[in-house]
């Protein structure tokens, strides 16, 4: 046998040994979510509607403090999805809209836009390097897992585009919301960044954080 049969039979059986051993594992949303994700719904209970999410077609509501909403079809809310790795969202941006920085520490993410124009990027955790693009219809980029990145409108109109997550819980940080949102005492915020007393409670009261 050549060397180059073998490495083709070795990655067969390498490959067939992680293959699935069954067609799906529907999450069986009422059971606690492991690290695995959900357990499976007994297949006897599954139905069409395990694998089908109409949400991604309805606006999201964008009156709110960062003009912008976040549809998710994430496994909470598209059972058929667990364990498959993957996962979707909408995003709606009125004009001046902001996702603000945030992460994604279960999933690296894909955005494609759909309607008008969105400065987006992310920022490197070895050099702190930005890399920073305007998008417009068409367009995508790649945010990989755990970096801070965010999304702006910047055009005239509304933006749409959707975004897909390599995992079925992606999960999400927004940066500003974990700082001055929650009851992070205001001097260990001052401690920690370069904000004083009256940048931090400032912030704390747009957010509704206490402390």
Do not use: W
Not at 24 to 38: H, I, N, Q, T
Not at 47 to 65: E, H, K, P, R, W
Not at 159 to 181: R, T, Y
Request: proline share 6%.
């Amino acid at each position: 046998m050549s060397i180059l049969q073998t490495l083709i039979l070795f990655s067969f059986l390498l490959s067939a040994s992680h293959a699935a051993v069954q067609d799906f594992c529907v999450g069986d949303l009422s059971a606690p979510e492991g690290p695995a994700g959900y357990s499976c719904k007994k297949v006897s209970a599954v139905t069409v509607n395990d694998f089908v999410f109409s949400g991604l077609g309805v606006a999201g509501n964008t009156s709110n403090l960062i003009k912008a909403a976040v549809t998710p079809a994430f496994v909470a809310q598209f059972p058929g999805l667990n364990g498959l790795g993957i996962s979707l969202a909408r995003l709606d941006l009125a004009p001046g809209g902001v996702i603000p920085l945030h992460t994604h520490p279960g999933g690296s993410e894909v955005l494609l836009v759909l309607q008008g124009s969105i400065c987006a990027g992310f920022i490197s955790s070895s050099a702190n390097t930005v890399y920073l693009k305007t998008l417009n219809k068409g367009d995508s980029m790649i945010f990989p897992q755990g970096l801070l990145h965010f999304q702006l409108n910047v055009g005239k109109g509304p933006a749409l585009a959707i975004v897909s997550f390599s995992s079925p819980s992606p999960g999400l940080q927004i940066l500003d919301f974990a700082l001055f949102a929650n009851n992070f005492p205001s001097e260990l915020v001052e401690a920690t960044t370069f904000l004083d007393d009256a940048q931090v409670k400032k912030l704390k009261g747009v957010l509704g954080g206490t402390g």
